[in-house]
């Protein structure tokens, strides 16, 4: 916290407990005597009572009062200062160096085994798994079947690679999907065009003549990056077409969306949070679940 905000809290910590005490003040000195009335009467007979408020009442708030102080010198509720030193970022350090402590030589072990080997190792696939489900699964799905736009893992379609220091890679550092979106530059026939031919590499039926057209356009502004023959390429994360396997969905508006559009799907790195050892189990447990479908 910086010394601004410091004060800034530290002005009203202090204003707000002084206001609480001038109000108790205000109120234990006694200005109507016991028996007195607001003056107000109901029904003939029944007068609102005016009595002082009574000492142990008072006596409570100031209590509240001196633990307030208490707590407010000892935990940091003046910006910054106090007295033990505590924070919450500290606490929570501490405990991750304690967890470290506890589980970082398993993980250790798991990081020298080779990940094929690792991804039928039982016990590290059982912490793969918590692993997942923890950092994973939000996107991936529990089940790492994904969902439009969060790959399937549990296929075996890959859009990044599927060697053991590839899906490393991926994990570590993320990946970032870029498909640039021609819609500026071409008409609407030249794109139906085009989505009718990724529609014949993926193996549907499509007409010959449309088969000729698209195959000359493809080969122009596709085939760089999605390969001659529409498998792909692993290294700039350029889906193949040659399967019924999307990343978006295989209908033909899905299709004309994206090239009309592009797309920009991204992976977030997980080793700055994870760490080497735990992403080395990660990418084991990825690996055994591919295939699975
Ligand atoms: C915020 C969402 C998000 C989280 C969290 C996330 N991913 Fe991903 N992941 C994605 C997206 C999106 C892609 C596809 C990127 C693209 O479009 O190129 C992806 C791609 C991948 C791929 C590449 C799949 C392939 O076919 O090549 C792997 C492997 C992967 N993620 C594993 C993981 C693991 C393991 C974790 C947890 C440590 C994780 N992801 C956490 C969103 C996420
Ligand atoms: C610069 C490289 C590049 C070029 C050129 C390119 N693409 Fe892509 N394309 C990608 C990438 C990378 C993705 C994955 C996007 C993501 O991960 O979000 C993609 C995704 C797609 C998808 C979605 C696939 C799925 O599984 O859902 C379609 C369809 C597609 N591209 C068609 C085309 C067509 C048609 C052309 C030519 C007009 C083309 N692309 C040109 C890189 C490219």
């Known amino acids: 916290m910086t010394l601004g905000w410091s004060l800034f809290v530290l002005v009203f910590a202090v204003a707000n407990v002084a206001g609480a005490g001038a109000l108790i003040l205000w109120f234990s000195r006694a200005r109507t005597t016991e028996g007195a009335t607001t003056g107000h009467v109901w029904d003939g007979d029944v007068e609102e009572g005016n009595n002082p408020m009574p000492r142990w009442w008072l006596g409570l708030f100031w209590l509240t ?4 102080i208490v707590f407010f010198v000892l935990y940091p509720s003046f ?23 506890v589980y970082g030589e398993i993980f250790a072990a798991f990081a020298a085994t080779p990940i094929p080997e690792l991804s039928s190792n039982p016990a590290a696939l059982s912490a793969g798994r918590n692993l997942f489900v923890n950092n994973c699964a939000t996107c991936h799905g529990s089940d790492a079947r994904g969902a439009r736009g969060y790959p399937n893992l549990a296929d075996d379609e890959w859009q990044w690679g599927s060697a053991p220091e590839q899906i490393v890679a991926t994990i570590t550092n993320g990946r970032t999907g870029v498909m640039p979106g021609f819609g500026q530059r071409f008409d609407d026939e030249t794109i139906d065009t085009l989505v009718d031919y990724v529609q014949f590499l993926a193996g549907r039926d499509v007409d010959a003549a449309r088969v000729a057209a698209g195959e000359t356009q493809y080969r122009s502004f596709c085939s760089a990056c999605h390969g001659p023959t529409g498998d792909g390429n692993p290294i700039l994360g350029a889906p193949a077409f040659t399967n019924e396997t999307w990343l978006y969905g295989g209908g033909a508006s899905v299709i004309r969306d994206l090239i009309v559009n592009g797309r ?14 735990r992403v080395h189990v990660l990418a084991a447990y990825v690996l055994s679940l591919s295939g699975q479908e």
């Open 65 to 68: 009062i001196i633990w307030g």
């Open 264 to 277: 920009m799907g991204q992976m977030p790195a997980q080793e700055p949070l994870l760490g080497a050892d």
């Open 79 to 101: 910006g910054e200062w106090s007295l033990l030193g505590w924070s919450q970022t500290e606490q929570y350090e501490d405990e991750v160096a304690a967890a470290e402590e």
